[in-house]
């Protein structure tokens, strides 16, 4: 089985603090992606890499960079976290191409006061 | 994406078969139907996707209709453990993975 795992389940942050979220699959997979989910507006693209040290803008960017160093690990940084910045962050990745399911990480919880 | 149509909540007895409809009328002749569903506080997991033919897994069956504008997600013997919010997705033609996660059904399972 896929495992995506992302390194912190909680976390709670300060405002203009800067904020690392990692995650990691474990199946050599070519694409990475970071989502942020919150209520009424479901799931959306923040950032995704369809390569090592490869990255496009998702929806929603701003506020966010990232980092591919590596295959298997997908780096989703806040430069200066804000409050609107508190969400649900999943991970997922895929092996490309279009009969490719993404598989997703549990999620973590961050929270900015 | 395609889009999809999804009933926005469906209730299901426990032990029963779960019928999740999804339409998409617009699907090219290429893309993909995957359904994904997301039990509260977790990560959305995959459960099947199929082009053309039905497909079926230790999860789940997937019907699609001859014209494809439409498929049907059956969970055979519905469990509590069920209950969540199904998501029927069809990815952009380009695919680099995108997905974008409609509303989807929310399913309730009842003893």
């Known amino acids: 089985d896929v495992k995506v795992t992302q390194s912190s389940r909680y976390l709670v942050k300060r405002t203009g603090e800067k904020v690392f979220l990692e995650c990691v699959q474990d199946?050599?997979?070519?694409?990475m992606f970071w989502y942020r989910q919150d209520p009424g507006l479901g799931l959306r693209l923040i950032y995704f890499?369809?390569?090592?040290?490869?990255?496009e803008k998702g929806d929603i960017p701003e506020g966010y960079s990232v980092s591919r160093e590596k295959k298997e690990r997908f780096s989703l940084i806040l430069e200066s976290a804000s409050t609107n910045q508190t969400s649900m962050y999943l991970c997922?990745?895929?092996?490309?191409?279009?009969?490719?399911?993404?598989?997703f990480g549990n999620g973590t919880r961050l929270t900015v006061t | 994406d395609a889009k999809t149509t999804q009933p926005p909540s469906m209730d299901c007895a426990e032990g029963r078969a779960a019928n999740l409809p999804c339409n998409h009328s617009?699907?090219?002749?290429?893309?993909?139907v995957y359904w994904y569903r997301q039990i509260h506080s977790q990560g959305p997991q995959y459960i099947i996707h199929?082009?053309?033919n039905n497909e079926t897994n230790e999860m789940a069956s997937l019907i699609i209709t001859e014209d494809r504008k439409s498929s049907t997600l059956i969970l055979p013997h519905a469990t509590l453990r069920d209950t969540a919010v199904y998501y029927c997705?069809?990815?952009?033609?380009?695919?680099?993975?995108?997905?974008?996660f409609g509303q989807g059904t929310t399913l309730q399972v009842k003893p």
């Open positions: 997922a990745s895929s092996q490309g191409g279009l009969n490719s399911p993404l598989h």
């Open positions: 199946m050599d997979h070519e694409n």
């Open positions: 890499s369809y390569d090592v040290k490869m990255k």
């Open positions: 617009t699907i090219s002749g290429n893309e993909y």
């Open positions: 199929g082009l053309k």
């Open positions: 997705i069809v990815p952009e033609r380009s695919n680099t993975g995108k997905l974008i």
